[in-house]
């Protein structure tokens, strides 16, 4: 049924259809709205079977969802930024003992600063915690996405992260078609989960495993992840046939069949890139875009072929590793290793920072004529950077650079335009 919702609204009511038995609540924006969502259903008696729990921290919802998952009850949580970085013991225990969640991230940047806008940081600090992560490009698809994940992390027994931009997609009011409980639960079959605590039979569950099995238990994880190279697509095949879209799997293509540059991304950012391109292709650009789905595992064979073809690629990262490059970058590159094809690395959107179609022209441009540097922040503000390099290089006693930036970014639009009086 198609619906105006928030994009919030449209990932609760679409995680109501899952059926959860067990949703663990403890609010952070973006997310909140989720969850506020989940807890008017469950109080007024949609969900069947289904227990909302307030928790006292993020720390406390992971850990409800640990235990509720491992008794034998589909659980659902949801988080944001600093509150993922509180619940990563328990994000890294969830994934360990192979316990089928899942939660929605609401992308947000990490502090400090503090930061309550949009980036990709928070869920791809996580990228090595055994979590299978999946990028929504708009609302549409996180609402199929969550449908999805829980089908993936069941037949796998892995919990699996459902990304999705905070306050861009999760706050964004968009027609969006929600299912109805019948398709559903024709694509969703009851939970059967693959280990269960039961009093009747005893055991331990994520007991002290020393050197003669750990490496094993980890390679059990890899194993499961190479598994899912064939879950996910599969997965997203019978979505197809079951609801009559497109939707997940590894990756979509955007008028790359004769690109010569190609853009790669993840998440909303790419509608924008979209529609640079188009513009661009009008002007006579072969370029194309590349929207990266699933995060993790990696899907080095899809990529590699999405790319195939391509004289130059631009990556567009929502992330930044400090001494390296940004994240899916370092991905990409892997996966173009011997192929001969140059790789951009474009650091966008940080803390909520707007990813332009101007920027993105621009960018695209440079790389066409060859002058686009190996890794480039993009709309980086070099005078803000400039005055505060000054400023540490004149005394040991420069104040805090964010605080200080942000006076001098103040004072900048403050000051009166030219030819203005003072």
């Known amino acids: 049924m198609l619906k105006q919702l ?36 469950v109080r007024a008696g949609k969900i069947q079977d289904c227990e909302f729990i307030n928790v006292e921290s993020e720390f406390g919802a992971m850990s409800v ?63 090595d915690s055994g979590w299978i992560q999946l990028y929504a490009e708009s609302n549409q698809e996180a609402v199929d996405l ?35 409980q019948e398709s559903v639960d024709r694509f969703l079959p009851p939970y059967e989960p693959r280990q269960v605590l039961d009093p009747d039979h005893p055991m331990s569950i994520g007991a002290m495993v020393g050197p003669e099995a750990f ?30 879209r497109d939707s997940g799997g590894f990756l979509s293509s955007y008028r790359c069949e004769d690109a010569d540059i190609r853009v790669i991304g993840m998440g909303s950012c790419i509608g924008t890139i979209k529609d640079a391109v188009d513009e661009l292709r009008d002007a006579g650009m072969k370029v194309g875009v590349v929207s990266l789905k699933s995060f993790r595992p990696f899907p080095y064979d899809a990529v590699r072929k999405a790319l195939e073809g391509a004289s130059r690629v631009v ?22 290793r011997g192929t001969g094809v140059r790789t951009n690395n474009v650091i966008a959107g940080l803390g909520g920072r707007a990813v332009t179609r101007s920027s993105i022209r ?8 060859g002058t686009l540097p190996e890794m480039y922040f993009m709309d980086l503000d070099r005078g ?17 650079a964010a605080e200080e930036m942000l006076k001098d970014s103040a004072g900048r639009r403050n000051e009166p335009a030219q030819g203005e009086e003072a």
């Open 6 to 41: 928030e994009g919030s609204q449209g990932v609760a009511q679409a995680v109501a259809l899952c059926r959860p038995n067990v949703v663990c609540a403890y609010p952070i924006s973006p997310q909140t709205h989720i969850v506020e969502g989940l807890g008017r259903l």
């Open 65 to 127: 969802a640990i235990g509720a998952s491992a008794a034998g009850a589909r659980a659902y949580t949801a988080t944001a930024s600093q509150g993922l970085l509180f619940m990563v013991e328990a994000i890294y225990n969830a994934s360990g003992l192979g316990l089928p969640i899942v939660m929605t991230v609401a992308n947000r940047a990490i502090g400090a600063p503090i930061n309550i806008w949009n980036d990709q940081s928070d869920s791809l600090s996580q990228r």
């Open 146 to 180: 969550h449908i999805q994940a829980f089908r993936i992390a069941e037949e796998l027994s892995l919990p699996v992260m459902v990304c999705m931009d905070g306050f861009v997609l999760t706050h964004a009011l968009e027609r969006m078609d929600i299912p109805d």
């Open 215 to 244: 490496t094993e238990v980890r390679y059990l994880t890899q194993h499961r992840f190479t598994q899912a190279l064939d879950v996910i697509p599969r997965v997203a095949g019978e979505f197809r046939s079951i609801f009559g």
């Open 315 to 336: 990556v567009i990262d929502r992330t930044v590793t400090p001494g390296s490059r940004g994240v899916l970058g370092m991905e990409v590159e892997s996966a173009l």
């Open 362 to 369: 621009g960018v695209l441009k440079s790389a066409e004529a």
């Open 384 to 400: 803000l950077v400039e005055r505060q390099l000054a400023r540490e290089a004149r005394a040991r006693l420069s104040g805090p």
